[in-house]
T-cell receptor
Framework: AQKVTQAQTEISVVEKEDVTLDCVYE???????LFWYKQPPSGELVFLIR??????QNEISGRYSWNFQKSTSSFNFTITASQVVDSAVYFC???????????FGDGTTLTVKP | GAVVSQHPSRVICKSGTSVKIECRSL??????MFWYRQFPKQSLMLMAT?????????EQGVEKDKFLINHASLTLSTLTVTSAHPEDSSFYIC????????????FGSGTRLTVV
């Protein structure tokens, strides 16, 4: 069975602060994908990043960065210099490569105040 | 590429009626599509896996007679909520696989169903 835990239910920061969203996962598979999605109030899922289980290289994309540590089964997401437009619910997800099913964490609601 | 269109985006229906939601892959052939449900302030839960030309596989606890899934072509899967009740009000979202390894990118924009 797969499980994704996002321990932070809600986070509130002031604009320009850095914020890290935690994600811890459990799986027996040796091959899998990890994702982060943003869900604004309108509801659609916005893809942010995909990481293959074999690729532990950290990634930076503009103000976003991701830290994948297989040893601790964590895939944390950091927003640098947060902006009000970053306010949304963020989901971490684990996808089984055999069946393609995704298991989502409960989400973290990020509120960035001006 | 790999765009998934979901229609309608919002629907309000009366209790007891049926509602059909469409999920289309616009620029690729999707052999497999997934249907998820999200209740307010909750996570997305997989309801069923839809394979083209075969019966859908439902997750435990999901009523297959209530949530009818049809995947008649490589670009279209439909979810029909039959005899809808207020407790079926939710956000339904589909996902499609474009090929092996191409998972998770391609979600539809979701359908918000309200049953009154």
């Amino acid at each position: 069975a797969q499980k994704v835990t996002q321990a932070q239910t809600e986070i509130s920061v002031v604009e320009k602060e850095d914020v890290t969203l935690d994600c811890v996962y459990e799986t027996r598979d040796t091959t899998y994908y990890l994702f982060w999605y943003k869900q604004p109030p309108s509801g659609e899922l916005v893809f942010l990043i995909r990481r293959n289980s074999f690729d532990e290289q950290n990634e930076i994309s503009g103000r976003y960065s991701w830290n994948f540590q297989k040893s601790t089964s964590s895939f944390n997401f950091t927003i640098t210099a947060s902006q009000v437009v970053d306010s949304a619910v963020y989901f971490c997800a684990l996808t089984n490569t055999n069946a393609g099913k995704s298991t989502f964490g409960d989400g973290t609601t990020l509120t960035v105040k001006p | 590429g790999a765009v998934v269109s979901q229609h309608p985006s919002r629907v309000i229906c009366k209790s007891g009626t049926s509602v059909k939601i469409e999920c289309r892959s616009l620029d690729f052939q999707a052999t497999t599509m997934f249907w998820y449900r999200q209740f307010p302030k909750q996570s997305l839960m997989l309801m069923a896996t839809s394979n083209e030309g075969s019966k859908a596989t439902y997750e435990q606890g999901v009523e297959k007679d209530k949530f009818l899934i049809n995947h008649a072509s490589l670009t279209l899967s439909t979810l029909t909520v039959t005899s809808a009740h207020p407790e079926d009000s939710s956000f339904y979202i589909c996902s499609a696989i474009a090929g092996w390894g191409n998972y998770g990118y391609t979600f539809g924009s979701g359908t918000r169903l309200t049953v009154v």
